[in-house]
C-alpha cells in the first residue's frame, strides 16, 4: 500500500508578478504561494511530506490541452518590454503577463504532472502542489482569470494517456466557476468535472450561462459536467458539507474513478475578497478527507485561487494535515444549510436524474415550490458560521479578518494522538494482523480489579457475571485509551457486543462527553438510555424491530445490502452523514453484532467517512470473529481509503421511501437532512 504526502514547490513560481496597476488582477500576487509554504514550515508540515521537485511542463504535454497558437503566443511574451506585455495581456480576460510568466506556467503544469506521476507510481498515496499562475479558467486557445496553462485539465489527459486511465474525478472547490476546465472535458465521459462556485444568477464573474445547474454537459459527456451555483454570498461550512453529501459524494461513489483532482481554490474561504463566503479553514480538512476515500486513497491537490493570505495559509494546511491522515479538527458552526444552498443543489439533483443511478427514485416536483415550503428551514441568506464572522466578512477589513483567523485557528484542536490504531494482542493474533501493512499500536488488556473498579459505580446493573465482566476487558480496556487521547481509536472484539456497548456508552458520558454516537449493525438486545441527547442510536438491522421505532435520539434504519453490489452509499451520504453531522459528536461508536445486515464493504464504509468527526476518535466493537470484516475495519481505522465497492446498484423503491419517511420525521432536529428533501409534498 502506498504511503506518504508529496509536497510540490519552487520558489521560482513567485517570479510572475504584475508590473503595472490593475485593479482586477492586482491580487494575484507571488505572496500566495510564499505565505502558504511559509505556514506550512510553522506547523511543521513541510518535513512530514515527501518533497518532489518541479519541472517544467514539456510542449508537448501543453498542447494536450491547447492549441499551438496558444502555446507561441505565450513564449512570445519571454522578450517582452512593459509596454508590450501589458498590450497582449489585454487580449484577454483578466490575466497580466511578466517576462517570466512562460517559465513560471510551464513549471505550474510540470508541477502537476509530476504530483500524478508521484501518485500514480505508488511512490506516495496523495500529495498537494502548490503553483502559480493557476489554471482552471484558461481555455484551449486563450489564457483567462489570472491563468495560463490549465494544470488540472492537462494534468487529466496526462494520466489518461500515460497511465490509461478510464475514469477521472476533477474536483473544483474554487469560488468561481472553471469554465476552461469544463470547455475542455464537456464531451468526455471518462472525466466527471464538479464546481461550486458564486453564480449570483449570472451576476458573477465569469457570467456565463454555461456556469448554471442545467449545464450537464454535452453529447457522451452529458451527466458528467455538474455545476452547482451559488446564488447568495455567505456560504458557511453546513452548505459545503451538504453540497458534498448531496450531490458530489454520491455521484463519484457511482462514478468510481481512478484518480482524484482538486482544483483547489480556496477563495471559497472565509475573509477572501473575491468569494465573500464564510466557509472556514477546517471546513478544507473534511473535503479532503471524503475525496480520500475514492480511488484507493490516489488524490492529487493542485492550487488554484485563494487571495486572502491568512485564510488561503491556513486553508493549504488544514489540507495537508488531512492528506497526511492527521485526525480531523471538529467542523465549527450551526449545521444547517441555508434555503439559497438547499435551491441550488435540489436544482442540481433534478437536472442530473436521467444521468446517474442514485437519483433514480428523485421526485422533482418540489422544485414548483421550493421557495414556499414549511419544512424547509429559515436561515438567512448568509450562512455565517458565527455572527462574527458574518460581520468581519461584511466590513471587507483585511486587518479584522486576519485577527478573527489567529483567534479562530487557536480554538481550533488539533488531535494528534501518539498513535493511531489500537488493538489488544489477542484480537491481533486471531484476526492475522501479525502481518499486516498498518501499524496497528497493541495495549495491554485491563485485569479483572481494573474492570471491576472501571463500572463498579455506573454499571453494576449490567455486569451481574464475571463472565460478562470478562467480556468487556478488550471493550473497556480500548475505549480507555481513547477517552484518554493516548491513541486516536481502536477495534475491540467482545463475544456480546451489545451489552459491551451499552456499558461502554456510560463511561464517556461519566468520563465529561457530551455526545457520543452509536451506530450499531446487526441485532442489538439491549437499548441504551438516550432520553437526555447525550446518547445518539443509529440502530441498522434487516427487519423491523418490534415495539422499537424511531425518535430524535434513537433511529431505526432497515437495510440489507443489495446481494449483487452495494446500495448502502445511498444510505449514507443521504441519511446517516447528515444525522452525524448534525449531531457533532465527541465520540463514536461503531458495534457490528450478530445478524448483521451489511457486508464487509458497507461497514467500512462507515467507519471510513465518519472519520472526519469526533476529532477522528472512534471506537469498533465486533462481535463477529470474521477475519476479514476486521482486517477491513483495522485498514480504515489506520487510515487506507475505504475498499472498493463493485457494481452499484440503486437501492430498492422501499428502501427509498424509508429513508423518505424519517428525513420528513428527523429534518427539523437535524438539520441537514433538509438539503435531500426529495419527497415531492
Not at 515527501?50 to 496558444?70: D, F, K, Q, T
Not at 432497515?558 to 447528515?578: C, R, T, Y
Amino acid at each position: 500500500m502506498a504511503s506518504g504526502t508529496a509536497l510540490i514547490y519552487d520558489e521560482a513560481m513567485t517570479r510572475h508578478k504584475l508590473l503595472w496597476n490593475d485593479p482586477i488582477c492586482d491580487i494575484e500576487v507571488p505572496e500566495r504561494l510564499s505565505a502558504s509554504y511559509e505556514q506550512l514550515q510553522c506547523y511543521h508540515l513541510v518535513e512530514r511530506c515527501v518533497p518532489v521537485p518541479a519541472r517544467e511542463g514539456s510542449e508537448e504535454e501543453i498542447l494536450l490541452v491547447h492549441s499551438s497558437e496558444h502555446l507561441e503566443a505565450a513564449k512570445s511574451t519571454q522578450t517582452m518590454n512593459e509596454e508590450e506585455l501589458k498590450r497582449i495581456s489585454g487580449n484577454y480576460d483578466s490575466f497580466f503577463f511578466h517576462p517570466n510568466t512562460y517559465h513560471c506556467a510551464r513549471l505550474a503544469v510540470g508541477a502537476a504532472l509530476q504530483l500524478v506521476d508521484s501518485v500514480m507510481s505508488g511512490k506516495v498515496c496523495n500529495g498537494m502542489a502548490l503553483v502559480r499562475p493557476p489554471g482552471h479558467h484558461s481555455q484551449r486557445n486563450a489564457a483567462n482569470g489570472f491563468c495560463l496553462f490549465n494544470n488540472v485539465a492537462i494534468a487529466a489527459e496526462y494520466a489518461k494517456l500515460k497511465y490509461g486511465l478510464q475514469r477521472i474525478l476533477i474536483v473544483d472547490w474554487d469560488v468561481h466557476h472553471g469554465q476552461g476546465t469544463q470547455y475542455i472535458f464537456e464531451e468526455d465521459p471518462s472525466v466527471l468535472y464538479f464546481s461550486w462556485h458564486r453564480y449570483e444568477h449570472q451576476e458573477f464573474w465569469p457570467s456565463l450561462k454555461e456556469s448554471d445547474y442545467d449545464a450537464v454537459g454535452l453529447g457522451k459527456g452529458k451527466g458528467f459536467n455538474i455545476n452547482l451555483p451559488w446564488n447568495k454570498v455567505g456560504m458557511g461550512n453546513s452548505d459545503y458539507l451538504a453540497a458534498f453529501f448531496h450531490v458530489l459524494l454520491p455521484v463519484a461513489f457511482e462514478f468510481d474513478p481512478e484518480l482524484v483532482l482538486v482544483s483547489s481554490g480556496y477563495d471559497s474561504g472565509i475573509g477572501d475578497p473575491e468569494g465573500q463566503m464564510n466557509a472556514t479553514p477546517e471546513v478544507f480538512a473534511h473535503l479532503t478527507h471524503f475525496l480520500m476515500q475514492l480511488a484507493h486513497g490516489k488524490l492529487c491537490v493542485i492550487l488554484e485561487g485563494g487571495y486572502h493570505l491568512k485564510s488561503l495559509s491556513e486553508s493549504v494546511c488544514m489540507t495537508v494535515k488531512t492528506l497526511l491522515r492527521d485526525p480531523l479538527p471538529q467542523v465549527t458552526g450551526e449545521m444547517a444549510p441555508c434555503l439559497s444552498a438547499i435551491e441550488s443543489i435540489q436544482n442540481v439533483r433534478a437536472a442530473h436524474k436521467p444521468y446517474w443511478k442514485w437519483l433514480t427514485y428523485e421526485d422533482t416536483s418540489f422544485l414548483h415550490n421550493l421557495s414556499t415550503r414549511s419544512d424547509l428551514p429559515k436561515t438567512a441568506d448568509t450562512n455565517p458560521c458565527a455572527d462574527d464572522e458574518a460581520k468581519i466578512t461584511d466590513s471587507n477589513e483585511t486587518d479584522k479578518i486576519e485577527r478573527f483567523l489567529e483567534l479562530h485557528m487557536k480554538n481550533v484542536i488539533f488531535p494528534v494522538p501518539p498513535i493511531r490504531t489500537a488493538t489488544t494482542a489477542e484480537l491481533k493474533a486471531s484476526a492475522h494482523l501479525n502481518t499486516f501493512p498498518v501499524h496497528l499500536h497493541v495495549v495491554k488488556e485491563m485485569d479483572k480489579n481494573e474492570i471491576e473498579a472501571l463500572v463498579s459505580d455506573f454499571h453494576a446493573d449490567l455486569v451481574k457475571t464475571n463472565k460478562t465482566l470478562l467480556s468487556l476487558r478488550s471493550t473497556l480496556t480500548i475505549l480507555d485509551k481513547i477517552l484518554k487521547k493516548e491513541v486516536c481509536n481502536g477495534i475491540a472484539e467482545s463475544p456480546a457486543a451489545s451489552a459491551s456497548v451499552a456499558v461502554a456508552l456510560r463511561h464517556p458520558l461519566c468520563f465529561g462527553l457530551q455526545r457520543v454516537l452509536c451506530i450499531f449493525v446487526g441485532d442489538m438486545h439491549i437499548i441504551p438510555n438516550t432520553e437526555d441527547g447525550k446518547i445518539l442510536v443509529i440502530h441498522i438491522c434487516k427487519e423491523e424491530q418490534t415495539g422499537k421505532s424511531s425518535s430524535k435520539h434513537y433511529i431505526v434504519l432497515n437495510w440489507k445490502e443489495d446481494a449483487d453490489g452495494n446500495d448502502f452509499f445511498s444510505a449514507v451520504l443521504g441519511f446517516i452523514l447528515p444525522v452525524a453531522y448534525s449531531y457533532q459528536p465527541n465520540l463514536i461508536v461503531i458495534a457490528v453484532g450478530p445478524n448483521r445486515s451489511l457486508g464487509i464493504s458497507g461497514i467500512s464504509l462507515l467507519f471510513g467517512l465518519l472519520q472526519g468527526l469526533a476529532e477522528s476518535r472512534i471506537l469498533a466493537v465486533i462481535e463477529d470473529t470474521d477475519i476479514n470484516l476486521m482486517q477491513s475495519v483495522a485498514k480504515t481505522l489506520a487510515g487506507a481509503s475505504v475498499p472498493h465497492f463493485g457494481v452499484h446498484v440503486p437501492p430498492t423503491q422501499e428502501k427509498v421511501n424509508q429513508i423518505k419517511m424519517l428525513r420528513n420525521q428527523l429534518q427539523q432536529d437535524w438539520k441537514m437532512l433538509q438539503c435531500s428533501v426529495n419527497d415531492g409534498i
